[in-house]
């Protein structure tokens, strides 16, 4: 269906291009924001826009940052021998909720997936090592425990180690605070593939 | 276990239909293309989420509807009753449901209620082309493990992620070589672990079809077997994923010429024989029907040794090309505390009279063009 409006048309036709919304629900937003007042529907435009004129990728680590270098690479207190590898600004967030982590990060921005066309050189990778001065003593592969991320903590252990770095994996198990009885079979059975002397 | 009712909504050529199931045996009976067969592809959707014959769910919506729905009500060993719900609608897809609660992963439901098949697709696993074999191996598998289920749908995802490594190293352009060994890597991980259950799954259900086909080719000196044919050597089993290195090393450069994945248990074949014939080349038709009888009864045992759980059995066309004598003998087979699922034509029916065994049977549908009704023999 086409509105007798061109803007609101322009507006469903944008909206609809966001993962996860399809073009019915951006015609209920775009419906919505119409009887917003005038002022909230600027506020929300202003920080889309802001998006893209503040927001930047840090020069050292790639995560997400208003300010280069971003606050955890420019944070002296934090530990810089200990560099963790993740694949996502989303991930540093999850990992600086736990407060445990004291390093630093580096963000490779996805994960190797030829079938989706993405290879080292579309990583971060090079960037990694040229951070990779005499004072990182330890590297922790924080990708993800699938196929991809699997692949890439792979991939980056072929490259780092000619370095004779301290390299980690995250482990991998059952959720803290889980009944193993409500654990599914996969975990279950990888978490007692992975198991600890004590 | 057993499906004690099953509720059908729009589905095929099953316009709305209640069933009560006998927890024995259940018979249908009815004429060519009359909808016996979608009946049994509606429990086998309960069971495993998707359809033994085509895997279009469009094509199972009744024609002129717009949405399918069926209801199945499952005992399981503790006499506790499970309630599955499939429903695909044009518009709003696939949902399913397990008492109440939505699954959003169908692999979670494989092995819940576990099941097995005889039509006459399943001709293809003594005869056909070897993917028909490993899609076999792989269903009973999966049913009996869900690591199996994990691990090969993984490896699945690695070869194609592989290939297009290799295609890229086919088209020129070299950089892609350093990215092959990570992918090598898990192949042989995942593809180790594929290789060593099916290798397992084959020994075990060897032991089974011996027995069974001496059953139902009773007479036949001959001796039915399997035998688990990977491309890498596992004769020594604690060294599958070494095995599998030195196979794939030595096909790396053709790999590269050929830009795609050669070796692993992608490319398995599985060999079946009577006596010293491959059934493949040498098998009758009637051999290749007592061969998939004793397969399917085999995979049904397996399924009860393995999971302590009796898995639903769906006969389709079950009498279809046995002589006398093997026709009566064939559900002997079959009756080891599995509730059977049973089509035959209308044909079969009048020369079922005559055994002792049919009469004994209290539920016996009748099928005409997709109406169901229960037979009344007074018993």
Known sequence: MRYSSETVERAVHELSKLPGIGRKSAQRLVFFLLKRPAEDVKILAQALLDLHEKVKYCSICYNITEQDPCHICSDVHRDQSLICVVEEANDVVALEKTGEFKGLYHVLGGAMSPLDGIGPDNLKMRELLTRLTGQVHEIILATNPNTEGEATALYLVKLLRPLELKLTRIARGIPIGADIEYADEITLSRAIEGRVTL | ?379
């Open chain 2, 1 to 379: 276990m057993h499906l004690s009712s099953l509720c059908i909504d729009s589905f095929r050529n099953i316009e709305k239909q209640h069933f009560q199931f006998n927890s024995e045996k259940n018979y249908f009976f009815g004429d060519n293309a009359q909808g016996k067969t979608n009946l049994l592809e509606a429990i086998y959707l309960l069971c495993l989420c998707k359809s033994f014959r085509s895997a279009v769910d469009q094509e199972m919506i009744q024609m002129g509807k717009e949405e399918y729905k069926l209801n199945g009500r499952f005992m399981d060993a503790q006499n506790i009753e499970h309630e599955v719900l499939f429903h695909y609608g044009q518009r709003e897809g696939k949902h399913i449901s397990l008492d109440g609660k939505p699954i959003y992963q169908y692999s979670s439901l494989v092995g819940q209620f576990p099941v097995v098949i005889l039509s006459v697709a399943d001709y293809d696993i003594t005869h056909g082309p070897p993917q028909q074999r490993r899609r076999f191996i792989n269903i009973l598998s999966s049913q009996c493990s869900p690591r199996y289920l994990s691990d090969l749908k993984e490896y699945e995802r690695i070869v194609k992620q592989r290939n297009k490594v290799l295609g890229s190293i086919q088209s020129g352009k070299r950089y892609a070589e350093s990215e092959l060994e990570v992918w090598d890597e898990q192949l042989l991980q995942k593809g180790a672990a594929v290789i060593m259950f099916r290798h397992q799954i084959v020994v075990e259900l060897n032991q089974l079809i011996q027995n069974y086909y001496r059953i139902i080719a009773w007479g036949s000196p001959d001796i039915f077997s399997v035998t688990y044919q990977p491309r890498i050597d596992i004769l020594h089993p604690g060294d599958v994923v070494d095995q599998f290195r030195m196979a794939l090393q030595r096909s790396h450069k053709l790999e590269k010429m050929r830009g795609m994945t050669l070796v692993g248990p992608h490319r398995d074949d599985f060999v079946f024989k009577i006596g010293e014939r491959p059934l493949r080349n040498y098998g009758s038709r009637g051999e290749h029907k007592s061969a998939l009888i004793s397969l399917k009864a085999a995979e049904a045992t397996l399924l009860r040794q393995r999971l302590q759980v009796s898995p639903l059995l769906l006969l389709d066309d079950l009498y279809a090309e046995l002589d006398r004598i093997r026709g009566e003998k064939v559900m002997d087979i079959f009756s080891d505390g599995s509730q059977c699922f049973i089509t035959a034509t209308s044909f079969d029916y009048a020369a079922l009279q005559t055994t002792q065994a049919i009469n004994d049977q209290k539920t016996q549908f009748f099928v005409k063009q997709g109406i169901f009704t229960l037979k009344n023999n007074g018993s």
